[in-house]
């Protein structure tokens, strides 16, 4: 977890964050990741520029002449959770992205070839003439949305060669990598963690306006038979609580759900994730 009040990502990240806690989420978002040793890159999708970084283990030329990320085997691609979409519940966030960026942390500790793919309009990289507060608000899990990280996904696996993908997505980021994954046979799996995979029942636990425009997962009955679902709950969470994925689960019979009992939203999945990658390819 990593806030400018809160735990520590790696002694690199805090001494560049110490000076950096004034400035906008996108640029300690952009400095945790570079401490962390990922290369950043941008791709186009759907209109968008979003937002890459990847490992060491994926690293190769240029992305553009697409040879940058050279697996022929397997690869994990990381999405994000919402961030900050409203202040204090009240007003819409300027930048949204992450202020505790746990994906970084767990792509961190990955030895196999791994990007971080961002969302449209994070990270500050944005065409202001596409961009409405929408879509990190109401319409987060949009076909707008959806749709451009599909295309930036199919992107990164052509690039890589990359022949067992999965995807693995944090709070958010597990219902973007759900959805994207239904729609790529080239992703073999999906692996999500503190995942509000109901979003209906779960702005009603919240007592919120439901995500009108955003696609709820709980309403997708004809889920691909051959996509391997593993979802982590984590018995502490109250910010996603266990039993709003209730009628989810009972929808998707074939999904491998998995309990984590001393987790909770942010805290502390990097104690797990070791066991979780040795068990996920």
Same mark, same amino acid.
């Given at each position: 977890?990593?806030?400018?009040?809160?735990?520590?990502?790696?002694?690199?990240?805090?001494?560049?964050?110490?000076? +950096?806690?004034?400035?906008?989420? !996108?640029?300690?978002?952009?400095?945790?990741?570079?401490?962390?040793?990922?290369?950043?890159?941008?791709?186009?999708? !759907?209109?968008?520029?979003? *937002?890459?970084?990847?490992?060491?283990?994926?690293?190769?030329?240029? /992305?553009?002449?697409?040879?940058?990320?050279?697996?022929?085997? %397997? /690869?994990?691609?990381?999405?994000?959770?919402? +961030?900050?979409?409203?202040?204090?519940?009240?007003?819409?966030?300027?930048?949204?992205?992450?202020?505790?960026?746990?994906?970084?942390?767990?792509?961190?500790?990955?030895?196999?070839?791994?990007?971080?793919?961002?969302?449209?309009?994070?990270?500050?990289?944005?065409?202001?003439?596409?961009?409405? !507060?929408?879509?990190?608000?109401?319409?987060?899990?949009?076909?707008?949305?959806?749709?451009?990280?599909?295309? %930036? #996904?199919?992107?990164?696996? %052509?690039?890589?060669?990359?022949?067992?993908? #999965?995807?693995? +997505?944090?709070?958010?980021?597990?219902?973007?990598?759900?959805?994207? %994954? *239904?729609? /790529? #046979?080239?992703?073999?799996?999906?692996?999500?963690?503190?995942?509000? /995979?109901?979003?209906?029942?779960?702005?009603?636990?919240?007592?919120?306006?439901?995500?009108? +425009?955003?696609?709820?997962?709980?309403?997708?009955?004809?889920?691909?038979?051959?996509?391997?679902?593993?979802?982590?709950?984590?018995?502490?969470?109250? #910010?996603?609580?266990?039993?709003?994925?209730?009628?989810?689960?009972?929808?998707?019979?074939?999904?491998?759900?998995?309990?984590?009992?001393?987790?909770?939203?942010?805290?502390?999945?990097?104690?797990?994730? *070791?066991?979780?990658?040795?068990?996920?390819?």
């Amino acid at each position: 977890m990593l806030s400018c009040g809160g735990g520590p990502l790696t002694m690199a990240v805090l001494l560049l964050l110490s000076v +950096g806690c004034a400035s906008t989420p !996108s640029s300690r978002f952009h400095a945790a990741a570079l401490a962390a040793d990922l290369e950043p890159l941008a791709l186009q999708a !759907s209109g968008y520029r979003l *937002q890459v970084f990847h490992n060491s283990q994926s690293a190769g030329s240029s /992305l553009h002449a697409r040879g940058a990320l050279h697996a022929r085997g %397997a /690869l994990h691609i990381y999405f994000g959770g919402d +961030g900050t979409p409203w202040i204090d519940n009240a007003f819409v966030a300027r930048d949204p992205t992450a202020r505790k960026p746990v994906v970084l942390r767990l792509l961190q500790m990955d030895q196999q070839p791994a990007v971080y793919l961002g969302r449209p309009c994070y990270h500050r990289i944005e065409h202001a003439e596409h961009c409405s !507060s929408n879509l990190w608000t109401h319409e987060r899990y949009s076909e707008t949305v959806v749709a451009s990280m599909a295309m %930036a #996904t199919s992107e990164l696996i %052509a690039a890589a060669e990359a022949a067992n993908v #999965t995807l693995i +997505g944090f709070s958010g980021g597990g219902v973007l990598a759900l959805l994207v %994954a *239904q729609r /790529l #046979t080239g992703v073999t799996t999906v692996i999500t963690l503190a995942a509000n /995979l109901d979003t209906h029942a779960w702005t009603r636990h919240h007592g919120v306006r439901p995500l009108t +425009g955003s696609i709820n997962p709980a309403d997708i009955s004809n889920w691909r038979a051959d996509l391997r679902q593993v979802h982590y709950i984590g018995a502490l969470d109250s #910010t996603v609580p266990p039993e709003s994925r209730a009628e989810f689960r009972a929808r998707v019979p074939q999904a491998v759900f998995i309990t984590l009992p001393d987790v909770d939203h942010n805290c502390c999945w990097h104690d797990h994730w *070791q066991d979780i990658l040795k068990r996920m390819d």
